[in-house]
């Protein structure tokens, strides 16, 4: 599986875009990139995934660049609410042992 | 609607005891999963199974044993806890494989 890099933590302004990249330079053609966040100490919680193509959903917008070796996750228009452990992965969709979490980025939203 | 439901949420066991977490979801999901969380090193698969009466190893499954006797619900085992074991545990579940999983809140375990 490809192996992810994420800056530790990071810092955003309340109402700005937080922009959370990700590095997955070694991702084979059928590896897909999730995100996932985690506030606090609750369960994570899906965010959004993609192949090749960007995505967008009601929570953020995923860019994957040409080559696929790296990620950003597009927060629109952060909010305090949005301060939790964010983790990229990528994952073969046919071997479920192989989809592991790193330890992420922190994100501070602050006001 | 409950999603996916742990129990319990809280535990404190002592060295050599045993017990069982709990894992329920109500989405008609083939696949569910065990995780550990330690700090500072994100979550680690300790068993899935990809469908009632199935199991499978993951990362890290010494120590651990698991059932799926039914499709909603997954079970982890202690059969002799040790401290090495004190962890926040999470179960998730997913309609397939790579599809998104759905995380409950957590089981957090202090073994003495």
Not at chain 1, 83 to 92: H, L, P, Q, R
Not at chain 2, 53 to 59: D, M, N, P, Y
Not at chain 2, 64 to 71: A, D, M
């Amino acid at each position: 599986d490809a192996k992810t890099t994420q800056p530790t933590s990071m810092d955003c302004a309340e109402g700005r875009a937080a922009n959370l990249p990700c590095n997955h330079s070694t991702i084979s053609g059928n590896e897909y990139v999730y995100w996932y966040r985690q506030i606090h100490s609750q369960g994570p919680q899906y965010i959004i995934h993609g192949l090749k193509n960007n995505e967008t959903n009601e929570m953020a917008s995923l860019i994957i660049t040409e080559d696929r070796k790296s990620s950003t996750l597009i927060l629109p228009h952060a909010t305090l609410r949005d301060t939790a452990v964010y983790y990229c992965f990528a994952g073969d969709t046919g071997t479920a042992s192989k989809l592991t979490f790193g330890t992420g980025t922190r994100l501070q939203v602050t006001l | 609607n409950a999603g996916v439901t742990q129990t319990p949420k809280f535990r404190v066991l002592k060295t050599g005891q045993s017990m069982t977490l709990l894992c329920a979801q109500d989405m008609n999901h083939e696949y569910m999963y065990w995780y550990r969380q330690d700090p500072g090193m994100g979550l680690r698969l300790i068993h899935y199974s990809v469908g009632e009466g199935t199991t499978a190893k993951g990362e890290v499954p010494d120590g651990y044993n698991v059932s799926r006797l039914k499709k909603q619900n997954f079970l982890l085992g202690l059969e002799s806890a040790a401290p090495s074991q004190t962890s926040v545990y999470f179960c998730a579940s997913s309609l397939e494989v790579g599809q998104p999983q759905h995380f409950g809140d957590g089981t957090r375990l202090s073994i003495l």
